[in-house]
């Protein structure tokens, strides 16, 4: 099937995106508040990316233009303006699918409730795009673990260790962190909010293994502030589920070369998970009972990270209705709660208990 898209933000994500659905033969809408943003999507960053520019891409300078008429909205702005945005799109023109990039939004976690009341209002599928829970390691993993081959989940270890040299070449027009909102954890930048990722898949594989929800969250930030920046460059977070599972994640901006990896260790065995094993593969390594270690690598490219996420969207526009969405509103919340319960943690220097039953606010956040 042909779908329109509409996608704010001609940035890094923006471009990733229009390509992954450009590469499904669909219609693409750009859109940007800054001009200059608009010419170097056209002149630099896509035709660098991808080969060339693809001039079926329509571009445009509007920020408040009609939503109307779109399967779905993607957007890919700064994290603090995701609310403000997807609110709009919502009660104007909800479209099938609202994609809204991660972090959610900011750790103050303001007007978040009304995306959850306008999601159920409106029947959009709302997605938050932790892309990294539908990529084939993922997928091949969750297969692995549901033969339940390494036994009872005793803990899980994540990391997102990569420092942010790597965004900021990829954006040569900004000249540091204080440029934009990665300099400023308040703003969804920083380790927290940037290489989020990492909660999410420890997420991820403790509902894999049936571990429930993170309940607790115990955080240590190594904080960089001179007058003007303020984000966390490494953030530290011991965590346990409602099943009573304990684990570690670990994000941080500052590690060269980077890891990417998840361990799952289980009382007959262990799975783990990596992305960009080496430049071209993504990989898991398992044991089960009979002691044999399993390496299973899969080539991939940087636009193989967001294929399965935009296959998975197109199964949903083709009237799929997923039971265990990864990338569903519900799950990226969750991911949200933890960021902000790490921040309240690193303040107070206690452990945070997250009520799930308080709703998607600060009252969610009991400090022990
Ligand atoms: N899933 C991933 O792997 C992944 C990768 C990169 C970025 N991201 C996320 O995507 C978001 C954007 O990051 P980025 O690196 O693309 O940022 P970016 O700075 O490269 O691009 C953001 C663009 O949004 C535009 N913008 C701001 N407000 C707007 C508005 N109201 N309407 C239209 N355009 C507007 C800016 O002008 C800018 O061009 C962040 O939340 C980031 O965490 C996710």
Redesign the pocket.
């Known amino acids: 099937m042909m779908y329109s898209v509409k996608i704010?933000?001609?940035?890094?994500?923006?471009n990733?995106l229009a390509h992954a659905c450009r590469t499904k033969g669909w219609d693409v809408l750009i859109?940007?508040?800054?001009p200059d943003?608009l010419k170097r999507t056209r002149e630099d960053i896509y035709p660098s990316r991808y080969g060339r520019w693809d001039p079926d891409i329509r571009l445009s300078g509007a920020?408040t233009g009609s939503d109307e008429g779109f399967d779905m909205v993607i957007i890919?702005?700064?994290?603090d303006?995701?609310i403000s945005?997807a609110t709009r799109v919502l009660e104007n023109n909800p479209p099938k699918v609202l994609l809204i990039?991660?972090?959610l939004c900011t750790p103050s976690l303001e007007e978040v409730q009304r995306i959850v009341d306008l999601k159920k209002a409106t029947g959009t599928f709302v997605a938050v795009?932790y892309?990294h829970t539908l990529t084939e390691n993922s997928r091949r993993a969750a297969r692995i673990l549901a033969k339940n081959t390494i036994g009872d989940p005793i803990t899980i270890s994540a990391c997102f260790r990569e420092h942010w040299g790597g965004i900021f070449t990829a954006?040569p027009w900004l000249s540091g962190p204080k440029d934009?909102y990665l300099g400023f954890s308040e703003r969804?930048g920083g380790a927290s909010?940037?290489h989020s990722?990492a909660i999410n898949i420890w997420q991820r594989f403790a509902h894999l293994v049936n571990a429930g929800r993170i309940v607790e969250v115990s955080s240590t930030m190594d904080m960089v502030t001179d007058g003007i920046v303020k984000y966390d460059r490494i953030c530290l977070l011991n965590v346990k589920t409602q099943a009573g599972l304990v684990g570690d994640i670990a994000q941080d901006v500052v590690t060269e070369p980077p890891q990417k990896k998840v361990r799952i260790q289980g009382s007959n065995g262990f799975l783990e998970w990596f992305v960009n094993l080496d430049g071209g593969h993504d990989a898991v390594c398992y044991r089960d009972g009979k002691g044999e270690v399993i390496e299973e690598t899969i080539q991939k490219t940087r636009p193989d990270?967001f294929k399965g996420e935009i296959d998975f969207i197109e199964a949903i526009l083709n009237g799929g209705d997923p039971e265990d969405a990864p990338i569903s509103l519900e799950r990226g919340l969750e991911t949200m709660l933890v960021i902000a319960a790490a921040h309240v943690s690193h303040r107070h220097k206690r452990t945070v208990r997250i009520k799930y039953d308080r709703g998607y606010g600060p009252e969610a956040f009991e400090i022990s």
Do not use: L, W
Not at 31 to 34: G, P
Not at 76 to 79: A, V
């Open positions: 704010y933000g001609a940035g890094s994500i923006g990733h859109c940007d508040i800054d943003a920020n890919g702005t700064p994290p303006t995701h945005m990039e991660k972090p795009g892309n954006h934009t969804g909010g940037e990722h990270d």
